[in-house]
């Protein structure tokens, strides 16, 4: 089964994705290079990892 959308994972996975050095560098870099807030550098790498496009944007194909 795959998972569609972050929300569908639960609270202790989202924990131990985000705790990783790679999440943390790519938190980082992407609210220096977008300009956007931590909390949307997050959601971005969730959706990243997840294969899931942003709001609106067609999904990746399975």
Do not use: H, K
């Amino acid at each position: 089964m795959t998972r569609t959308s972050s929300e569908n994972i639960d609270p202790c996975d989202i924990a131990r994705l985000l705790a990783s050095p790679v999440a943390t560098a790519f938190v980082r870099i992407v609210m220096s290079c977008r300009g956007v807030t931590a909390a949307r550098a997050r959601q971005i790498y969730l959706d990243y990892i997840n294969r899931v496009g942003p709001a609106g944007a067609p999904s990746a194909p399975d």
